[in-house]
């Protein structure tokens, strides 16, 4: 059985105005062959940009992603997006459940697996995030927790396809904390193995992705670890530097 190729995806949040579109063009010119055959790269920018970074990505092999999108095609919904709207704006992913939604917004697994199917819908692949807090790690819950999200968020008719599932521990998020390679280990075992139970090879498939301040420093233990198949990365994808250097775990 071959390993998924990985994917490094890097998540802007509600940073970056036009003139960040040079960090990545800068990330497209140090993204070469080589690399391009190990690794896949994703930019997941604010909405704002993510047309003009989109057509700016063509022949740079990045791909582009949205943070988020509602899980109706269109509608009386202010200020939200559709999976749609993402796909036509030029995105190949979108994503779902990522845990500053889910503490910002009030976000239930059931609503992070509607707005999966909704991506699917319009032809995105979904990237559905999972992670406990440091109270649920303190507590000794983060399997159940985890295999809790996983279980409610991510939608039957899951693929390798069409499914990333990201592993974010929510403490690590932005903090400069990072868990051990074992800790890793054990949650992403214990995600494959439910991905394996309920999708059969397609779960066996599935890229699974470590974030949480992931630098170009600790990439590569984090990358080295037995079914992380790559990184969402979120501080560290605003630079070209640090994300090609995060890539270069891969290279
Ligand atoms: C994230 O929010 O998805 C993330 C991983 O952030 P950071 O890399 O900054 O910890």
Known sequence: MTAPKPLVAGNWKMNGLKEALSEFQAMGKGYGAELQSAVDLMICPPATLLYTMSVSAVGSGITTGGQDCHQN????????????????????AVIVGHSERRADHGESDGTVKAKAEAGWRA???AIVCVGETEAERDQGATLDRIGSQVAGSVPDGARA??????YEPVWAIGTGRTPSAVDVAEVHAHIRKELTDRFGEEGAQMRILYGGSVKPGNAKELMAVENVDGALVGGASLKAADFLGIAAAYG
């Open 73 to 92: 095609a269109s509608g009386a919904h202010t200020g939200d997006l559709s999976a749609e709207m993402l796909s036509d704006a030029g995105a190949s």
């Open 123 to 125: 032809g995105l692949i």
């Open 161 to 166: 396809d069409n499914t990333v599932v990201a």
